[in-house]
């Protein structure tokens, strides 16, 4: 079996990098840190794994999603799956956004996943099939302060998930969303460690969720063991769950 994952050389893209490898998966990651790329490759083969491959590409270009395709088709033959995980984060209320960082958040969470499908999904349909696992958030079903941009573009990916799903269900393509809430990645944890604290207070579980519990969810989603189609799973540990009336 075949995967590419996008975001692939940190947090909850190099999470699922490892698992998939481990799964005995070939893997393709995409990545625009080409330094981050190499270390990846030299990390996973001093552990033992030869089936992973990198490709230096801005997943918000079509010139260079179409080259990590033909690389992709050059070395793994095609792909079994796509993990369309790369995302950026920019904070601020809406008339505070400013109007580049407004598209640099929608090119990669949103353009992004029409980018891959647009070279990666003919190849699944003439090969009869396979899986598509989109990263959204749970920033993409509620709303938070202070983040209307990755609010915006999450809500995107959130319904858009079910608009792939129906099209390309009967060719045997699933699609799907992971949803995670805040998540133990280093993007994360530079946060003040009183920041990171409240997220975690905040939790039933008294923690916020790990890169590798994405991952596994990630997973669940790809595999065919499982019918899921059109499915925004959420991964929050009972963060949002609360219906925000003070304890009795």
């Not at 079996?1 to 995409?30: C, D, N, P, Y």
């Not at 598509?132 to 938070?144: C, E, K």
């Amino acid at each position: 079996m075949r995967v590419v994952i996008t975001g692939g050389t940190s947090g909850m893209g190099k999470s699922a990098v490892k698992l998939f490898l481990e799964k005995g998966w070939q893997v393709m990651a995409l990545d625009l840190n080409e330094e981050a790329g190499q270390r990846l490759l030299d990390e996973m083969k001093a552990a033992g794994y030869e089936n992973l491959y990198f490709c230096k590409a801005n997943v918000a270009k079509d010139a260079d999603v179409r080259a990590a395709y033909e690389k992709t088709m050059e070395v793994m033959g095609g792909t079994d799956c796509l993990i369309n995980n790369a995302g950026i984060f920019v904070g601020g209320k809406l008339h505070e956004t400013k109007e580049e960082d407004w598209d640099r958040v929608f090119n990669v969470d949103v353009k992004a996943i029409y980018l891959t499908a647009k070279y990666f999904v003919p190849y699944m349909i003439k090969n009869g099939g396979g899986s598509i696992v989109n990263t959204a958030s749970v920033s993409g079903m509620f709303g938070d302060y202070d983040m209307a941009a990755y609010n915006a573009a999450k809500g995107a990916v959130v319904n858009l998930v079910k608009a792939m799903a129906l099209d390309y269900g009967k060719y045997g393509i699933r699609v799907n969303n992971v949803c995670p809430a805040a998540c133990a990645t280093p993007m994360f944890l530079a946060n003040p460690p009183e920041v990171v604290e409240q997220f975690n207070q905040a939790n039933p579980l008294g923690r916020i969720c790990t890169p590798d519990e994405i991952a596994k969810a990630m997973y669940f989603l790809a595999v065919d063991a499982v019918s899921c189609n059109g499915v925004n799973l959420e991964v929050t540990g009972g963060l949002n769950i609360h219906t925000g009336q003070p304890v009795q």
